[in-house]
């Protein structure tokens, strides 16, 4: 860059900077800490044009304090470069046919996995909570958008994806490929354990779940079951409206959750008694692994003493997005939204806390009793399952008693 234009480039940023500024400070003159920020943000940069030991890349460096903004908010927010834009519409353009499989989220600014779907390409190679996805395709993953992050992760069935993973509890980077296929429709686990006690493990609340559920229940109840243990571990895919629905099958009163944001008109989603299926006790698993829709379910259930609770705390995911495309091609993917629990807490922030804790380690979760869907575990060895069956019997012989 000649010292002509780095002399214009400056000039105009100043000129921009100092009109953002200025309208900023008319329109919203009792903001101070905001325009205190501005103000800092505009020495920081000057200090990088004029003092920095090379001459930098002012285009890198704007870029990368947009995506640092956007990551700061919180995981599901991010930032898109116009090139890194045109690149996400043009893959968004494309009907993937085969995916991993995988509930994703960001930590320590890097994509990590919540979850795998059983049976999914992603299980088969052994990915799991935590597992952080330092490359993809030979892409970092540093600063990456989920949404990209799913992208790369999608494509033709029987295609390879190269992988650099670092594992829960190591230091270093492991290799590894993932091959792509399609994704089984969504099946549910059910089993009937110790009695009366029917088991349900649902993996995703995609379009039509509900229904399957609702289906499943009836047929619990044809069969004589009586209490029911709802198992929604590692279960952090598909639509929060499933969610809402599936909790309408137990709630004859009360509120499921609300939607709630700054410019984001409060959202109240409340039980309705004509959609009751089952009216037996019930106790929900939860873990690590639950997020989203499943977090709207469980957090329904325990806040309206409906049931219990069982297991770990959840990630805490439940909240909206909206993609907003800006005047230079860039775009946000932005959290507009949060679901509350009936509690009133901020699902994304608090996750939703068990009313019985059980902390699972490694190797105490017994073999998963269906083989060909990794995950679900009905074995009253698993100390989740367990505790709930212990629960169940407990409000069983209080109610004879009663």
């Known amino acids: 860059m000649s010292s002509l234009t780095k002399k214009i480039v400056i000039v105009l940023s100043l000129v921009v900077f100092a009109y953002i500024t200025i309208g900023y400070a008319l329109g919203r003159s009792s903001d101070d800490k905001a325009f205190r920020a501005l103000t800092v943000y505009s020495e920081v940069l000057a200090h990088i044009q004029r003092e920095y030991v090379d001459e930098p890349n002012m285009h890198q460096v704007t870029s990368g304090a947009l995506h640092g903004l956007l990551d700061s908010l919180d ?11 045109t690149d996400y519409k043009e893959k968004s353009a494309m009907s993937a046919k085969a995916e991993a499989g995988l509930a994703l989220t960001k930590r320590f600014g890097y994509i990590s996995v919540i979850s795998a779907l059983p049976d999914s390409p ?21 600063q990456m958008a989920i949404e990209q992050a799913q992208l790369l992760l999608s494509g033709e069935p029987g295609s390879v994806v190269k992988l650099s993973v670092i594992r829960r509890g190591k230091a ?13 429709a969504p099946k549910l686990v059910e089993d009937k354990i110790e009695g009366d006690i029917a088991y349900l493990h649902v993996s995703e609340f995609q379009t039509g779940v509900t229904k399957q559920i609702r289906e499943e229940l009836v047929q619990f109840g044809h069969q004589g079951a009586h209490k029911l243990i709802l198992d929604l571990r590692d279960c952090a895919i598909g639509e929060d409206s499933e969610g809402i629905s599936t909790a309408q099958l137990f709630l004859p009163s009360g509120t499921i ?7 984001v008109t409060p959202v109240l989603s409340s039980a309705d ?3 009751v299926v089952w009216t037996q006790p019930v106790s929900v698993l939860i873990g690590n692994g639950t997020a989203g829709a499943a977090e709207i379910v469980s957090s329904a259930i325990a806040d309206n003493h409906r049931g219990e609770t069982v297991g770990d705390r ?14 230079d091609g860039s775009a946000l993917i932005l959290t507009l939204a949060n679901y509350y629990t009936p509690a009133g807490k901020e699902i994304p922030v608090d996750g939703v806390t068990p009313t019985r804790e059980v902390r699972s380690l490694p190797g105490d979760v017994a073999e998963v009793t269906d083989q060909k869907l990794p995950g679900a575990s009905s074995s009253p060895t698993d100390p989740v399952v367990k505790k709930a069956i212990e629960i169940l019997q407990d409000a069983g012989a209080t109610r004879k008693a009663a």
Do not use: N, R
């Not at 959750?257 to 410019?263: H, M």
């Open 75 to 85: 995981t599901q927010s991010s930032y898109l470069s116009p090139l890194e834009y």
């Open 122 to 142: 992603a299980q088969k190679a052994g990915l799991q909570l935590g597992d952080v996805l330092e490359k993809i395709a030979g892409f970092t993953t540093g």
């Open 172 to 184: 270093e980077p492991q290799d590894m490929e993932i091959t792509l296929a399609k994704l089984p």
């Open 257 to 263: 959750t609300t939607l709630k944001g700054q410019t």
């Open 273 to 275: 008694p004509s959609k």
């Open 314 to 327: 959840t990630y805490g995911t439940a909240s909206q997005q909206k993609l907003i495309q800006l005047d």
